[in-house]
Every structure is written in structure tokens, then in C-alpha cells.
């Protein structure tokens, strides 16, 4: 999880519509946040990523994360500073779990490293953040098969490719550094 700059929501997503869509989904429940609009701006801030696990969106669905849940806040449905992009999973491991009574991150808010730290491809509450802890186990980003495996997984071939490299970089010859040093003269 890393630390969001929160950018300016779409032109699209005028005033007098964010009024009438949260007036539509006040009136219906009726889905006015899913616009292309809105989530190719929240990919944006993300940098394509979940703005919680970080899972790549590539090939996968993006949805709208409602940070203060609609279902408890319909005012805020469709309010910018209210929508973070999220995976399916995280979206759905959040749920309506109300923000505003127990916080967790907020990562356009709060920077990630306060709360939160990696050790061993895990996440851990730092200084036992009590918000740390919360989101850490609310989200589930230390699920086994979906997250800590995969970080596992990267962490290892990353540590193949450099040691490739190192032998690669110990098989140079002398003889070789030489000429190269020479000719740079």
C-alpha cells in the first residue's frame, strides 16, 4: 500500500451532475458511479494499481471504491475525494465497513509507511498502529494465496535475476575491463 496524490476528478463530473446523480442514487440505489470517465481518472491516480493491495489491474476488473460506504453515506456516492480505485477482493473485503466510526488508511489521506510496514513479503502495524492493524486485517492483505504468495513469488525471481547478474558481472575477465577502460579514454 503507498501513499495516493489525490487528483483533480474528471470534467466530466460537473456539480450540477454530481448533484443529480446523488440524487438518482438516493431516489433508486441505481449505480451512478460505475462512468468510464471516472474510473479511467481513479486508474490514473493508482497508476492502474489497486489503491489498497496494489494488484495490477491489467486483465482485471477495476472497481469503485467507496471509502465513506454509499450505503451509509448516500450524500458522498459520488463526492471525488470519496473514490479510491480497488480490486473486486478489497472492495469486497471492505464492504460497507463503516470508516467514518473505526478508520482505516485512507491512502490519498494518510501515507501507508506511518501505519504499516513490509517484513518478509508480509504487512505488519507499525509502532502497533491500531489503524495499521485494522486495515491490514479488514482488506486481508496478508492472504495467503492471493497476496503473500505472489509477493513471494516476486521477491524470488528478482532475487535470481540479480544474482544472474552478479555472475554475469564476475565472468567479465580483467583483460576485458581493461580494453573497455582504454578505449573510453
Not at 440505489?29 to 494488484?55: A, D, F, P, R, T
Not at 450505503?71 to 473485503?93: Q, R, T, Y
Amino acid at each position: 500500500m503507498i501513499k495516493l496524490e489525490q487528483i483533480e476528478k474528471p470534467k466530466q463530473l460537473t456539480d450540477i451532475k454530481q448533484k443529480q446523480f446523488t440524487k438518482d442514487f438516493e431516489n433508486t440505489g441505481k449505480n451512478v458511479w460505475n462512468k468510464k470517465y471516472i474510473k479511467e481518472q481513479l486508474k490514473k491516480m493508482s497508476n492502474n494499481k489497486c489503491c489498497y493491495c496494489e494488484v495490477e489491474f491489467v486483465g482485471r476488473h477495476m472497481e469503485v471504491e467507496h471509502f465513506y460506504p454509499k450505503k451509509i453515506f448516500p450524500a458522498m456516492v459520488v463526492v471525488w475525494e470519496n473514490l479510491l480505485p480497488s480490486c473486486k477482493d478489497c472492495n469486497g473485503n471492505k464492504g460497507s465497513y463503516n470508516t467514518k466510526k473505526e478508520a482505516i488508511i485512507k491512502p490519498t489521506i494518510q501515507n501507508p509507511k506511518e501505519h504499516i510496514y513490509l517484513q518478509d513479503f508480509r504487512f505488519f502495524p507499525k509502532n502497533d498502529s491500531e489503524i495499521g492493524q485494522r486495515t491490514i486485517n479488514l482488506l486481508k492483505l496478508n492472504d495467503r494465496k492471493r497476496l503473500y504468495e505472489p509477493r513471494t513469488d516476486l521477491g524470488y525471481n528478482i532475487y535470481i535475476k540479480l544474482d544472474n547478474i552478479l555472475k554475469l558481472i564476475e565472468n567479465i575477465s580483467p583483460d576485458e575491463n581493461k580494453s573497455t577502460e582504454v578505449s573510453e579514454l
